[in-house]
């Protein structure tokens, strides 16, 4: 869905872009453009820049439309985007060993072993330059 969204989205960039240049200048833009067409132009006067500007409107309307639900998409949480967004699985508990027959039992006042610190084992991270 959202790749369909992404597709449809970049197609209305690219006319949009296209209808913008398409326009004819009002004049003042460094005396560039607006050059007058004849009487034999396909499209000119009033009715074009109506069509046109009404056509802009249209596209750059569709244009944020699809940029909200794009946006919408990517901020949705409901589902992980990688496997790295899934929160690690529970620890699972193992049952206690049993005790092969003709062992001790086990003495009730044992103390369990220190539980080791999980970063145990890696080299300490060099300082920075400047006392950070």
Known sequence: MEQFILIIHLLIAVVLVTLVL????????LGMGGGGGGSGSFLTGRGTA????????GFGAAFFMTSVILTWLATDTSTPRSRFDTAPPPATNQPAP???PGSAPPSGNATPAPAQPANEGLAPLPSLPGGR
Do not use: D, V
């Open 22 to 29: 398409m326009q004819q200048s009002e004049g003042g833009a």
């Open 50 to 57: 109506n069509l046109m500007t009404r056509l802009t409107a």
């Open 98 to 100: 049993t005790p092969s």
